[in-house]
């Protein structure tokens, strides 16, 4: 069986580790994987082990896409050996055009990943596009996203996102806080994401931060996504707060923050002030080491990741008073911090490891494989760049 994974610029850069770990999952269990990379981030990606990469060009004239699409298939045919195609995996909203058109080219079924909400509408519009031509289905991340899904007519499985359970050897508390048993530490390092859709949250969340940073007895650094920074007015919004509250020395824009596993779990919390409506494996993975996660309040939050108070901490997320106060008791409450560590530590092992991710992700593939070939009507030849 093979599968190609179809990734959009923002979805590499967002979860490349998460990628990684699935190539290594689905080829253990025997599938051949093609993941095509849009050529704006082909240089910063390091040669893949698990699977074949096609570099695909994600800009260019409107008049040229056809061209380009067509470019994009022979590739992905001529890597493959010869090898059908049986799914096409979309990866980022921007890819869903590309990716229905290649799977209707090459009779594949199909699957689009649901990390956030909100994506009922355009999965209902594709199914409509697709005319029962290529078997549909949307794979969700979390289960906050199933009935969203369901409500459009749209085929969803589950396969809740999994990292790996890092941090303290079982049976211990890990560290979490940045801190030792004792609470000593000579800096603290905070790490933060976001998406850009609520800049009043974020701006909020480093206020607060400001004027923990201000009492602190150790130095505390703050580190930004630089993919979250960008989001902000290609990152000015960011240094332009930061100079106002006067903590631009202690601030610092980290690429690929997702793969700087040691910055990541050093750190003492990794403060989310937009909530984690949406699926972030940077999360899960703070949480499976054992770090406070800092949430802002969202109006659909994905699982209740983190609980408030048990696994994690969510706070009112435009008022910098509450970022400040959950701040400082972190730092503060270092057998606090720690206890709510190790129930977010658990929570991971016990809910989200890679394996039932891989699993979930296999189950999904396999049903939409038996709906393709019921379709049994292999590929639409010469409609690509068009509607498959």
Request: net charge neutral; charged share 20%.
């Amino acid at each position: 069986m093979r599968v190609v994974l179809m990734q959009d610029r923002r979805f590499v850069q967002r979860e490349r580790p998460l990628v990684t770990r699935l190539q290594v999952g689905l080829a253990d269990e025997g599938w051949r994987v093609t993941q095509c990379v849009p050529e704006s981030v082909w240089s910063e990606l390091e040669p893949a082990v698990w699977a074949e990469t096609v570099r695909w060009k994600d800009s260019g004239w409107r008049w040229t896409r056809g061209l380009r699409e067509r470019e994009l298939i022979g590739a992905v045919r001529a890597c493959g050996g010869g090898s059908s195609v049986d799914v096409v995996h979309c990866m980022g909203q921007s890819v869903h055009g590309v990716g229905s058109r290649m799977a209707g080219w090459l009779g594949a079924a199909l699957a689009v990943e649901v990390w956030r909400p909100g994506m009922g509408p355009a999965l209902g519009a594709l199914k409509a596009r697709l005319g029962g031509e290529v078997a549909l289905g949307a794979i969700a991340a979390d289960a906050a996203y199933e009935a969203e899904i369901a409500a459009e007519g749209v085929r969803v499985g589950l396969a809740p996102w999994g990292v790996s359970a890092g941090g303290a050897a079982a049976g211990e508390v890990p560290a979490a806080a940045g801190v030792d048993a004792a609470g000593v530490s000579e800096g603290v390092g905070v790490l933060l994401t976001f998406e850009g859709e609520r800049p009043a949250a974020v701006r909020a969340c480093m206020a607060g931060l400001a004027r923990v940073m201000g009492a602190a007895t150790r130095e505390v650094m703050l580190f930004v996504d630089a993919a979250s920074a960008g989001s902000v007015g290609d990152g000015s919004g960011v240094w332009r707060w930061a100079r106002e509250l006067g903590i631009t020395e202690r601030v610092s824009v980290v690429a690929e923050l997702e793969s700087r596993r040691e910055l990541l779990h050093d750190a003492a919390m990794v403060l989310v002030p937009e909530g984690v409506s949406a699926a972030r494996s940077l999360v899960l993975g703070a949480m499976g080491h054992g770090q406070v996660v800092i949430a802002g309040s969202a109006g659909r939050p994905a699982g209740g990741v983190p609980e408030d108070g048990v696994s994690g901490v969510v706070v009112d997320a435009e008022r910098a008073e509450a970022w400040e106060r959950a701040i400082g008791r972190v730092l503060a409450d270092p057998a606090w911090a720690r206890g709510v560590g190790a129930a977010a530590r658990a929570w991971v092992q016990r809910e989200r490891r890679v394996s039932g991710h891989v699993r979930g992700v296999i189950a999904a593939y396999e049903e939409l494989v038996r709906a393709q070939r019921q379709i049994g009507r292999g590929g639409v030849a010469g409609t690509i760049g068009g509607r498959p």
